[in-house]
């Protein structure tokens, strides 16, 4: 999401809502070994208010051709942690498998 020629609103909204998320997934934060049903939804509810802050403000602030450059700094990096993190993800399960 952090190339200019690349830029479209709807996938740039569907990144802010998803990636709280899949970062609350990958941090095991969803995982059900010990915490109740309530606890897993305060988490899931919380991880998305920033994603629908993001996904309103991409929506209603952004043009449809030119990406604001300062946003496309926060994708930049929000995506270099995220790929930080799928790597660890990734290594760990293929341990788990070895």
Do not use: H, N
Not at 26 to 52: D, F, Y
Request: with cysteine; net charge negative; aromatic share 12%.
């Amino acid at each position: 999401m952090a190339d200019y020629e690349d830029w479209s609103r709807v996938r740039a909204a569907m990144v802010c809502l998803f990636t709280p998320i899949s970062l609350a997934f990958l941090l095991e934060l969803l995982s059900e070994g010990g915490q109740t049903a309530t606890i897993t939804l305060l988490i899931c509810a919380g991880a998305l208010v920033p994603g629908i802050g993001g996904l309103l403000y991409i929506c209603f602030c952004t043009k449809k051709t030119q990406p604001p450059p300062v946003l496309m700094f926060i994708f930049a990096v929000v995506g270099f942690v995220m790929a930080i993190i799928w790597i660890a993800w990734t290594s760990d399960v293929v341990i788990d498998i070895l």
